[in-house]
């Protein structure tokens, strides 16, 4: 069992930047594929950007390619999403989820607002 807690998210304007967190507990942090998604009013759920594995190569979202940089600390057990150049289309609320064979956790979900 994870236990996935996000922080960080708030109100930025417009070009402005953030960055998100996502504290996981457990002692396997390392071996999990981590990601954020996030999901706006009336919109599914959407990839963000991703590990495609426990500990390889990223991947994002064409919207967010060259602005947003997702990253992981495993000795904190921590993953962090830097969101620069925001803009009111990422208004959403922003989950982690870790992925270990057939299981999948996510976290309850941090506020991004970003004001035009």
């Known amino acids: 069992q994870v236990q996935l807690v996000e922080s960080g998210g708030g109100l930025v304007q417009a070009g402005g930047s953030l960055r998100v967190s996502c504290a996981a507990s457990?002692?396997?942090?390392?071996?999990?594929?981590m990601g954020w998604f996030r999901q706006a009013p009336g919109k599914e759920r959407e990839l963000v950007a991703g590990?495609?594995?426990?500990?390889?190569?990223?991947n994002y979202a064409d919207s967010v390619k060259g602005r947003f940089t997702i990253s992981r600390d495993n000795a904190k057990n921590t993953v962090y999403l830097q969101m620069n150049n925001l803009k009111p289309d990422d208004t959403a609320v922003y989950f982690c989820?870790?992925?270990?064979?057939?299981?999948?956790?996510w976290g309850q979900g941090t506020q991004v607002t970003v004001s035009s």
């Open positions: 989820n870790a992925k270990l064979g057939r299981n999948t956790y």
């Open positions: 457990g002692r396997t942090f390392s071996a999990y594929a």
């Open positions: 590990f495609t594995s426990a500990g390889g190569s990223t």
